[in-house]
């Protein structure tokens, strides 16, 4: 079992920023690809940002892109996600996953492992 840890939420206000970071355990994190997903109440779970263990390969939602950058430390076995010109509409339950020796993707259900999530809420 692989347990992920996030943190870094919290309440802003419309155009702050804020970083999130996930770590997990190193041996697997390192050959993982890591992903942000969010889930906002009432609604389905939805891809934010992945990127490759080797961080040579990104993607985002287009709803985040030019806003949120994702990085990671494979010494450290962190995965970050900052947030910047927040919006309401990103406030949500946001999940970090791995896919152990897997490409990157924006499907939920290839990944094998998730966090517990940090609530990120956003004011107008």
């Known amino acids: 079992q692989v347990h992920l840890v996030e943190s870094g939420g919290g309440l802003v206000q419309a155009g702050d920023s804020l970083t999130l970071s996930c770590k997990g355990p190193a041996p697997t994190f390192s050959t993982a690809a890591m992903g942000w997903f969010r889930q906002a109440p009432g609604k389905e779970r939805e891809f934010v940002a992945a990127i490759s263990y080797s961080s040579k390969t990104r993607d985002y939602a287009d709803s985040v892109l030019g806003r949120f950058f994702i990085s990671r430390d494979n010494v450290q076995a962190t995965v970050y996600l900052q947030m910047n010109a927040l919006k309401p509409e990103d406030t949500a339950l946001y999940y970090c996953?791995?896919?152990?020796?897997?490409?990157?993707?924006?499907?939920?259900?290839?990944?094998?492992?998730w966090g517990q999530g940090t609530q990120v809420t956003v004011s107008s």
């Open positions: 996953a791995a896919r152990p020796l897997g490409a990157i993707a924006s499907v939920a259900g290839v990944y094998a492992y």
